[in-house]
């Protein structure tokens, strides 16, 4: 059976597809995509490159994930929802158009190589993870999320993986930190210990995601 967190997460989902299928109208460009997708290599195209702000973390790994979520994810930076001045920024000077053809781009990278069965967990970062429900929304090897404007998660650098979590911990400040009711609920249940260990675990799984250099980087 599910458990409380795990049905409300599917609930959740269901309602953000509904609403993302009556946004939809909007068809992202892979050709378009690769040239506006110039203001994103400078970081995300570059083999560990690594962020300052507000700790040092690797960037995310973006190549290969879903264009829904690359599209939710630079809503959320546009917002306010996600806090991040860099990404405000890039995000404030984007139309949807754009965000489209971005999110057409890098999930046109995507590695169509099937994932492998992900490791074993160690007993605690199973607990851990079980606790959370990860895979009610995140999906098989954490790679399939159940709504395409969720995250896949499996492979992503460990230590934004972190961050992340705990960024959904924090309330009230104005340059960092991210909205969203249902991963602050996951997220606080967690000491950053734990936070830790499980981004050490998703950070192993053989996922979609990767780094593609581009030429001036290689």
Known sequence: MLSTIARTL???????VAFAAQ?????????????KAEMCIGCHGIVGYQNSFPEIHKVPKISGQSDKYIVAALTAYKKGDRKHPTMRGIAG????????????YY???????????????STAAAALIEKGAC???????????????????GGQHADYLFFALKAYTVEGNNMIGRSNGIMAGIAKQYTPAEMREIAKYLSTVDGE???VPQSRFR
């Open 107 to 121: 999930a046109s990278q995507a590695d169509k190589a099937a994932p492998e069965a992900p490791r074993t967990a």
């Open 135 to 153: 895979a009610s929304c995140h999906g098989a090897n954490f790679s399939k999320p159940i709504d395409p404007s969720y995250p896949k998660i």
């Open 209 to 211: 995601l990767k780094v």
């Open 10 to 16: 599917v609930a959740a989902a269901t309602l953000s």
């Open 23 to 35: 946004a939809q109208g909007i068809t992202g460009d892979v050709q378009a995509g690769h040239k």
């Open 93 to 104: 000077s984007l139309s949807e158009q754009d965000m489209a053809d971005l999110g057409a």
